[in-house]
């Protein structure tokens, strides 16, 4: 059993598009977050929700809308994709949302790579 | 500068080698600190937290040292399947973090028999 699944696990698309990566957890979890991994390997936050309230929003255009319809699911939608937008987007998730050492790990999906043509 | 800094590598050494990889962090605030394991094209995963005095698992030994603001990972007698991206983790805050934590671009490691 897969704990945090994404879909599509590859997508390639044309600039302009509108496209959505689902992410679902099953393990209890009660905060999501959705990272970007780009061409230099840097992993950074994107957004973040806990118990479906948004409580993370970094820098990120508003292109991106993140949509939990429960604590088990977070969305992302990009409207209008860039060249840019190309990346591994991870999605990822915790119990709680304070990490000390030994506790609270945090568990990736297995990431979808967008690309954009 | 990053949050979070390190080497990127690649680090090339035989099977059995001895291998050290630093981190270092920018905020002396800083309070949690992770080695996290990243496989080509695979998603990270959690290899061990680092604690203050420092700790071992196995052939991988994590050490924190606040004064100079880095973590460092130590990998005995490599193995073929230690090869991975090595990736350091910083929380800065700890009561406030939110979840927020910094993740550096990752250590290249090949180990070759």
Known sequence: ??????????????????KSIKCEQNLGHDTMYWYKQDSKKFLKIMFSYNNKELIINETVPNRFSPKSPDK???????????????AVYFCASSQG???VAGANVLTFGAGSRLTVL | ????????????????????????????????????????????????????????????????NRASQYI??????????DSATYLCVVIFDRGSTLGRLYFGRGTQLTVWP
């Open chain 2, 72 to 81: 460092s990972l130590l990998i005995r007698d490599s193995k073929l399947s």
């Open chain 1, 72 to 86: 088990a699911h977070l969305n992302l939608h990009i409207n209008s994709l860039e060249l840019g937008d190309s």
């Open chain 1, 1 to 18: 059993d897969t704990a945090v699944s994404q879909t599509p696990k590859y997508l390639v698309t044309q600039m302009g598009n509108d």
């Open chain 2, 1 to 64: 500068r990053k949050e979070v800094e390190q080497d990127p590598g690649p680090f090339n050494v035989p099977e059995g080698a001895t291998v050290a990889f630093n981190c270092t962090y920018s905020n002396s605030a800083s309070q949690s600190f992770f080695w996290y394991r990243q496989d080509c094209r695979k998603e990270p995963k959690l290899l061990m937290s680092v604690y203050s005095s420092g700790n071992e698992d196995g052939r991988f030994t994590a050490q924190l």
């Open chain 1, 97 to 99: 949302r304070i990490f």
